[in-house]
């Protein structure tokens, strides 16, 4: 009983981290039907630079709001140099390129950084809280994740719900013709999605880092995790990715629990073709019509 | 591939594809022999292993390019592969050919159970569920140590050589052997009505359902041979390495495999050797390479990793058809001796 509450604690913890990735890739997806694979990449890249930062004596909390900036300039770059290139090409161009921009970044990590498995600092204590007389497995930190997420999704959910931008926004990707001929900036639209997923991109990485064996590798995972969780959600609602995070979290961590952790990839994959087979367009995803 | 772009052009191939693939094969097969006996033991098995990539490559370049579905968990069915031949050596004595048949058999099975869901998946979707695939399977691998050796891995062995023929250059030979094979029953498949049904279906799913095509089954058809092909690469790739185990099938395998055929050309089989030799060579140019800028020993393993990314960028954003792409428009646009006049012109 006690292992079946902390793994599920720790299910929680990892499935809001997962949620905020799969939050990036949501806002991409929605806005230009592309799913960025380099999103865990580029949070990687972020959070390589923080851990410099903080090497020269930078204060963790001016470290975390710097790497969210470069990461909001990191998505817009890559959108406006390697994506809008691609306007309106197959659909797997978007997907490889993505894919040759995850190898990129890690080459690069491992060049600049080397390949051993560094430490990253954590926010606050990552010792189990205690509740009564018995520690359970959800620290400070854990608190922190899920404040910090909670704050990004009701952030992203009022922007784009009550704000005129939001609006915009919603308008460029549902018809970005149409928007385009009432004066919306379509182009400048996109690259602020990107951008915005590329904070959010970047959080994860800080989020994830401590608690994972930080090297230019420790995001791949995470992404196919968010991917399983953003699907989940039908790649288009917030709020989809939310739950399908959580649901994702719970799954790997009883996986992880009650079979060992060398299978939790295994069952992520099983998850997600599940999860496909049963409603491919996600569980939030309205009806879509296909015009032939 | 097609007469059309033959490099011979005077020659009158048959018509018939089967005879027209098969003299192909065996002029390949007559020069690469030539250049097998006359390189040492070392570059023998450097042909072969470019061989065996060609194998995976023309699988995933039917898959990706003629049928429309992207894979980026290439490396895990010639994970597969390579753990069957391993398995049935370690513990039966099975005939050679039983073994490598067993290889193909059980990637291709792989290939069935992805390739159903797969069939419901748009392009993004099913890159996604692929990615997890190549990330999934070694760790499982991992997880039953003692059936798949662990971290040791498991030892294969190379049949004996015939007569006087070094290891080396016979191990190469049964690689070729296979990639020929592969190429034509590949080639002579993208001729038959299965071609043209991958093709429809890449092009419009809706189109190629009214036409009578089954859509899904076709789909899935393209992936179990693809991962076949795959399997019988993976089982080749085990010989060589002489012992199989989880780190020879990390993601970038996959990816390298992804870049590979990117460059050599989706789509194209002939171009899959360029793609082949890239994946060889890369690594070792890129070792150099990281030896002359005086960069670590660890340095050059990502500076490859590096150059794969930058090739899948910079091909998709400026030659999505890749080298055989370009080496086509190059043949039909560069002006020749006696175009236009049949009398007294080369021929080249």
Redesign the interface.
């Known amino acids: 009983m006690e292992l079946f509450i902390n793994v599920t604690l720790d299910g929680v913890a990892n499935g809001m981290i997962f949620a905020a990735l799969a939050l990036a890739l949501v806002l991409i997806f929605r806005a230009t039907r592309i799913v960025n694979f380099a999103q865990g990449a580029m949070g990687m890249i972020t959070t390589f630079i923080a851990s410099s930062l903080l090497g020269q004596g930078v204060g963790y909390w001016w470290a975390f709001l710097a790497v969210l900036a470069i990461g909001f300039v990191l998505g817009a770059l890559v959108e406006r140099v390697l994506i809008r290139p691609l306007q309106g090409k197959s659909e797997l161009n978007p997907v490889i390129v993505t894919i040759g921009l995850l190898v990129v970044l890690e080459g690069l990590a491992g060049t600049i950084y080397g390949n051993s498995s560094r430490g990253f600092p954590a926010a606050y204590s990552q010792s189990g809280l205690t509740v009564g007389h018995t520690k359970i497995a959800f620290s400070h930190f854990d608190v922190f994740i899920l404040v910090a997420v909670l704050v990004l999704m009701t952030g992203t959910l009022v922007l784009f719900r009550a704000t005129t931008l939001g609006l915009r926004m919603r308008a460029s990707a549902f018809a970005g013709e149409i928007s385009r001929l009432l004066g919306v900036r379509v182009g400048l639209l996109l690259t602020l999605g990107w951008a915005l997923a590329g904070v959010t991109g970047s959080l994860a990485g800080l989020l994830v880092a401590p608690t994972s064996s930080f090297g230019p590798y420790f995001m791949d995972l995470v992404l196919v995790y968010a991917f399983t969780a953003a699907v989940i959600g039908g790649l288009e609602s917030p709020l989809g990715a939310l739950i399908g995070g959580l649901i994702t979290g719970l799954c790997i961590s009883y996986v992880g629990g009650y079979l060992g952790s060398g299978l939790q990839p295994l069952g992520a994959l099983v998850l997600l073709m599940v999860a496909l087979m049963a409603r491919p367009e996600g569980i939030f995803a309205r009806p879509a019509a296909r015009r032939v | 591939m097609t007469p059309r772009h033959s490099l011979l052009r005077g020659v009158r191939l048959p018509s018939q594809p089967l005879a027209r693939h098969l003299i192909l094969a065996l002029g390949g097969a007559a020069i690469l022999y030539l250049i097998t006996s006359s390189l040492s033991p070392y570059n023998d098995f450097e042909v072969g292993e470019i061989a065996l990539y060609v194998i995976a490559l023309a699988g995933l370049s039917l898959l990706?390019g003629v049928n429309?579905q992207?894979s980026?968990g290439h490396g895990a069915f010639m994970a597969v592969g390579a753990y069957t031949v391993a398995l049935l050596m370690t513990h039966t004595h099975l005939n050679f050919i039983i073994e490598l048949l067993a290889s193909i058999g059980s990637a291709a099975l792989l290939g069935l159970v992805i390739g159903i869901?797969a069939t419901?998946?748009?392009?993004?979707?099913l890159?996604?569920?692929t990615?997890?695939?190549a990330?999934?399977?070694p760790?499982?691998a991992?997880?039953w140590s003692t059936t798949f050796g662990g971290d040791q891995g498991l030892s294969t062995t190379v049949p004996t050589a015939p007569g006087t023929v070094n290891p080396e250059e016979w191990l190469a030979w049964i690689q070729i052997i296979g990639a020929l094979l592969t190429f034509v029953l590949l080639a002579n498949l993208l001729q038959s009505r299965y071609g043209r049904a991958f093709r429809a279906v890449r092009d419009d799913e809706?189109a190629a359902s009214l036409a009578g095509i089954h859509v899904a089954r076709t789909k899935v058809t393209a992936f179990v041979i693809s991962a076949a092909c795959a399997g019988l690469a993976g089982a080749f790739l085990g010989l060589s390495t002489g012992v199989v185990n989880t780190g020879e099938f990390p993601?970038?395998l996959s990816?390298q495999l992804?870049?590979a055929m990117?460059l050599g050309g989706t789509g194209t089989l002939v171009g899959m050797w360029w793609g082949a030799v890239l994946l060889v060579y890369l690594p070792q140019w890129s070792t150099s390479l990281s030896g002359n800028f005086n960069?670590?020993s660890?340095?050059s393993?990502?500076?490859?990793?590096?150059i794969?990314?930058?090739?899948?960028?910079v091909v998709?954003?400026a030659a999505?058809t890749g080298l055989q792409g370009g080496l086509r428009w190059a043949w039909r646009h560069v002006p020749r001796f006696g175009s236009g006049s049949s009398a007294g012109s080369l021929r080249v």
């Not at chain 2, 419901?120 to 979707?125: D, Q, T, V």
């Not at chain 2, 393993?301 to 590096?306: D, E, F, V």
């Not at chain 2, 794969?308 to 960028?313: D, H, K, M, N, T």
């Open positions: 990706t429309g992207i980026l869901p419901r998946l748009k392009g993004p979707y890159a996604g569920m990615l997890l695939l990330l999934a399977l760790p499982v991992d997880k809706v993601l970038t990816i992804l870049a990117v960069l670590g660890g340095a393993a990502y500076l490859a990793t590096i794969f990314g930058v090739v899948l960028i998709m954003i999505p």
